[in-house]
């Protein structure tokens, strides 16, 4: 099985949780998770961990690194030209099909501004794992010669000085296709240390007893991080929670080795790794699919229980139409990947060295 399908498919599924339609007397999501929940408190507390995306986008990095790295760790096994097929391949036609259905239907996640270097809610992350994908081959040279830990630090250097320099943005992709990529690369090469820990079978500070611990406090961490958008005070710079995303990458990079500890001896359940192989089409169509959901004709309910029913029939819906995407294009175009990228490893095993 695959340890990194697990953690991608919870994530994956807290960060596309669709708030409570409309209906209950507020027009604001908050209005009506207030309303809902109680107390207010810890009704919001915990509905920020449903609408924080981005704290679910920056596992995914944690996530991403650690899959693309562990496998190419040892240098003789590293072919550039099939990393590169299987990374375009795999991410590049399913994020064409979404983008064009986005467009047609009017989805605001999957919309391209012309006019602006802003990013819109889904595609900045996307746009950020296809430079990593592009980078790797160059940060593996790098990191040869001055070793991880040290690339780790000067991205550190260089998300810093990037994050001082637009000190007034609040959310990720707002610094635009040229900088936001630069913001989360700490987070993706925390995960290329992990591969490395693990491939040297050093487990560190990671163990398995400490996951139920792990989890608890990654929930908390969420909330608090998404409050620090929201509940920011003049103590708080503008880019608090951006700030909170690097060392909420930190809490998980410790969370996943926790994970990978207990994996060894307590394998995940085979639904949560079957939901793991289809994340990628919970991320990239769930906008799209909300926007369909919306165009039913359906009535607004106006009790507590009618909002919550129909809150689970439209999440229900929208998982239903993103395994449906997974179906017809991510599939397809993941065994493509895969065929190619094995077709150009077999030609230069053939070719020799």
């Known amino acids: 099985p695959n340890p990194c399908g697990v953690g991608c498919a919870r994530l994956a599924t807290l960060a596309i949780a669709p708030p409570p339609p409309q209906g ?13 929940l109680t107390p207010a408190i810890a009704g919001r507390f915990f509905a920020a961990t449903f609408a924080n995306g981005p704290s679910a986008v920056i596992v995914f990095f944690v996530i991403s690194g650690f899959c693309i790295h562990l496998p190419n760790i040892r240098p003789a096994g590293f072919r550039i030209g099939a990393h590169y097929a299987q990374r375009f391949l795999r991410i590049l036609p399913p ?6 259905l986005g467009g047609f239907v009017g989805a605001k996640g999957l919309s391209v501004s012309r006019d602006t270097w802003q990013l819109p809610t889904i595609l900045w992350s996307l746009v950020a794992e296809l430079v990593y994908y592009a980078l790797y081959p160059a940060l593996r040279l790098v990191a040869a010669r001055i070793g991880w830990g040290a690339l780790l630090a000067a991205s550190y250097g260089l998300a810093a000085g990037a994050m001082m320099l637009h000190s007034g943005v609040k959310g990720m992709q707002s610094y635009g296709y040229h900088l936001t990529w630069l913001v989360g690369l700490p987070c993706w090469l925390l995960s290329c240390l992990l591969a490395e820990r693990r491939a040297g079978g ?6 398995g007893g400490t996951v139920p611990a792990w989890r608890a406090a990654m929930f908390v961490l969420s909330a608090a991080s998404w409050q620090s958008l929201y509940r920011g005070t003049s103590l708080l710079p503008t880019n608090a929670f951006i700030i909170t995303l690097q060392g909420f990458a930190v809490a998980a990079y410790f ?9 060894k001896t307590m394998p995940p359940p085979r639904w949560m790794e079957s939901a793991g192989t289809w994340s990628y089409s ?17 009535a607004t309910p ?8 129909a809150s689970l029939a439209r999440m229900a819906g929208i998982l239903a139409l993103c395994w449906v995407f997974h179906r017809l ?25």
Do not use: C
């Open 329 to 353: 294009v991510e599939a397809p175009s993941h065994r493509l990947a895969r065929a190619v990228g094995r077709r150009i490893r077999q030609n230069d095993a053939s070719a020799g060295p």
């Open 282 to 298: 919970l991320y990239l169509f769930h906008e799209l699919g909300r926007t369909l959901w919306e165009r039913l004709p359906l």
């Open 302 to 309: 106006q009790s507590t229980a009618g909002v919550l029913a």
């Open 24 to 36: 209950l007397g507020g027009s604001s999501r908050k209005a009506n998770y207030r309303k809902l």
């Open 95 to 100: 994020m064409g099909a979404a983008l064009l």
């Open 202 to 207: 050093i487990a560190g500070p990671f163990r």
């Open 255 to 263: 969370w996943l080795g926790a994970e990978m500890e207990r994996f």
